[in-house]
C-alpha cells in the first residue's frame, strides 16, 4: 500500500486564495525583527503568505501585512520585498 502525502495549504493574506504552500510567496519577519521575502520558504520566523504582487500591494495598503507579521513594516522593506516578487514573478514566466 502507498501512502499519499498531505499538500500544505496556506491562504494569500491578499485575497484568501487557498493553494499549496510552494505556489505561494512568502514573507517571513525573523527573530531580529527584519521583514524579508523568503524563496525557499524555510526561514525561521514569523510567515505570512501573498500569490501576487498585486495581492501584496493590496495586503500592505490594509495594514494586513503588518497584522500577519505582527510588526510594521517600513516603506523600504515594502518597496524591496516587492521588487523581489516582481523579479521571481518574472522569472517563472518566462
Known amino acids: 500500500m502507498t501512502q499519499e502525502r498531505n499538500i500544505r495549504q496556506r491562504s494569500?493574506?491578499?485575497?484568501?486564495?487557498?493553494?499549496a504552500k510552494d505556489q505561494l510567496h512568502r514573507i517571513v519577519r525573523d527573530?531580529?525583527?527584519?521583514?524579508?521575502?523568503?524563496?525557499?520558504?524555510?526561514?525561521?520566523?514569523?510567515?505570512a503568505y501573498v500569490c501576487s504582487a498585486a495581492c501584496l500591494a493590496k495586503a500592505g495598503k490594509t495594514k494586513k501585512l503588518d497584522r500577519a507579521l505582527?510588526?510594521?513594516?517600513?516603506?523600504?522593506?515594502?518597496?524591496?520585498?516587492?521588487?523581489?516578487?516582481a523579479c521571481v514573478n518574472d522569472a517563472t514566466d518566462r
Open 12 to 19: 494569500c493574506i491578499g485575497c484568501g486564495l487557498h493553494e
Open 70 to 85: 505582527r510588526t510594521r513594516v517600513s516603506s523600504e522593506d515594502f518597496e524591496r520585498i516587492a521588487g523581489e516578487i
Open 31 to 47: 527573530p531580529r525583527g527584519s521583514v524579508s521575502f523568503d524563496g525557499t520558504g524555510r526561514k525561521a520566523g514569523r510567515g
